[in-house]
């Protein structure tokens, strides 16, 4: 088994990848949704926000490509009973009343995560590893527990605008079985309609290392996420929604 210093090498390496990447980018510049100039040909927005939002709201964090050392999100507000970034927080309330109007209960159980904390829960992963095979490796512990619990300064938690939610059916519980209560299946459904995607898909597992999670969900805005519903993101093994925002980030740097 390979140590988590080359797990975490990235993924996509293969000169077809890299075509496939500048195929996702053509897409999303071609997109009216996507770019938006002004009149002296200076970028205004990106899938609806400004240059400068959009930089880390579309920043393509996983177990390959880490975030800016020491980041944190910059309007950190207490609300829905966690932290989370201001600019979801609206979107959230909007979902979770579509939710309730369905006859689905949805809430937030995890928001916002500083690198210090995700290092508790990943050492906590990898002790827990430990404990069920005293055979493995500090390396294999750690490379098994990063299926499951994104390593400091690689969990999408940390960007604030990603949540964990759950329902009462199971007790608010973070479970995979989640996916077959009525609020995981009205999720998996309309999440994208209020700006959210769900990364960690069973089909994106071989490309993210993660295994699915149908309770996480990550804010990419409006715009996006209908682009990436209509490509069909949640059964496709390739190109997943980590594909599409290392393709829209190579996009922004060459606007720059």
Do not use: C, K
């Amino acid at each position: 088994m390979l140590p988590l210093v080359l797990a975490l090498l990235p993924i996509a390496t293969s000169p077809a990848l890299a075509g496939g990447t500048a195929s996702l980018a053509s897409r999303l510049a071609s997109d009216p949704r996507g770019l938006r100039y002004g009149p002296d040909g200076s970028l205004e927005a990106v899938f609806g926000l400004p240059p400068a939002e959009a930089g880390m709201v579309f920043y393509p964090v996983s177990r390959s490509r880490a975030l800016p050392d020491g980041y944190a999100p910059p309007d950190l507000v207490n609300d829905l009973d966690h932290p989370l970034r201001a600019l979801v927080v609206s979107e959230l309330r909007a979902m979770f009343a579509a939710a309730e109007r369905a006859g689905a209960d949805l809430e937030v159980v995890s928001g916002y995560r500083p690198a210090t904390y995700q290092a508790l829960l990943f050492e906590r992963a990898v002790q827990r590893q430990l404990g069920r095979d005293e055979s493995l490796s500090r390396d294999e512990a750690e490379d098994l527990a990063a299926r499951f619990v994104a390593p400091p300064g690689r969990s999408q938690h940390q960007l604030g605008t990603t949540a964990d939610l759950s329902s009462w059916e199971i007790g608010y519980a973070i479970r995979r079985d989640f996916a077959e209560t009525a609020a995981g299946r009205w999720l998996a459904e309309h999440a994208w309609e209020y700006g959210f995607i769900l990364p960690y898909t069973a089909a994106a597992e071989p490309r993210t290392g993660y295994v699915a999670e149908p309770w996480h969900v990550r804010w990419v805005g409006r715009p996006l996420a209908a682009l990436l519903w209509e490509a069909g993101y949640p059964t496709s093994g390739y190109p997943t929604a980590d594909d599409w925002l290392v393709a829209l980030e190579g996009l922004m740097e060459g606007q720059s």
